[in-house]
């Protein structure tokens, strides 16, 4: 089974900052690395993705920095803002499908 | 793009009502469909795969007879929660993507559960 870790649990962070999510995982994985957006009530959305062919990964506001060797990938969310708050899970092939890690909680304060 | 549809989006029923919960997407064909539940402040535990016209694939410690998915077109997957109980209470969501293995997974807005 694919061990997959987040962190830090819950994160504040204050309007304009940046928030940085980190996810580490066990066994060795292919493909494609997501981070999904979930806001209370609502399913996940995907945020932002990575292929291992490459380090990094901009979108806007968001940025995916992967480290193979270390089976590690971060999410980077630049000038932080208020709507940013919610619930952040990364994603990691296993399988046919993804195991996804326990989340983490950010809060962006005005 | 890339939409998908989960009704209904909150049901409340009593103990031994069956439900049912359709997931669509709406402007592709999806290959394939998850099912997941998610409790408070919880991840997505996956419960099931389906591929469309064939038999649902149940990750270990899910009871097929109690959770029945029906994937019978490429664009609506249906889970039915057989006889629920109150701890079936949960938060239930569907995504779908357009092909096996390791594609993108474009989610419902889940469907709240909630069992008298």
């Known amino acids: 089974q694919q061990q997959v870790k987040q962190s830090p649990q819950s994160l504040i962070v204050q309007k304009g900052g940046i928030s940085i999510i980190n996810c580490a995982y066990e066994n060795t994985a292919f493909d494609y690395f997501p981070w999904y957006q979930q806001f209370p009530g609502k399913g996940p959305a995907l945020l932002i993705a990575?292929?291992?062919?490459?380090s990094e990964k901009k979108e806007g506001r968001f940025t995916i920095s992967f480290n193979k060797s270390a089976k590690q990938f971060s999410l980077h969310i630049m000038d932080s803002q208020p709507g940013d708050s919610a619930t952040y899970f990364c994603a990691v092939p296993y399988g046919q499908n993804f195991v996804f890690g326990p989340g983490t909680r950010l809060s962006v304060l005005p | 793009g890339a939409v998908v549809s989960q009704h209904p989006s909150w049901v409340i029923c009593k103990s031994g009502t069956s439900v049912k919960i359709e997931c669509r997407s709406l402007d592709f064909q999806a290959t394939t469909m998850f099912w997941y539940r998610q409790f408070p402040k919880q991840s997505l535990m996956l419960m099931a795969t389906?591929?469309?016209?064939?038999?649902?694939?149940?990750e270990q410690g899910v009871e097929k007879d109690k959770f029945l998915i029906n994937h019978a077109s490429l664009t609506l997957s249906t889970l039915t929660v057989t006889s629920a109980h109150p701890e079936d209470s949960s938060f239930y969501i569907c995504?779908?993507?357009?092909?096996?293995?390791?594609?993108?997974?474009?989610f419902g807005d889940g469907t709240r559960l909630s069992i008298l």
């Open positions: 995504s779908a993507s357009l092909g096996a293995g390791h594609q993108p997974q474009h």
């Open positions: 389906s591929n469309e016209g064939s038999k649902a694939t149940y």
């Open positions: 990575i292929r291992p062919d490459v």
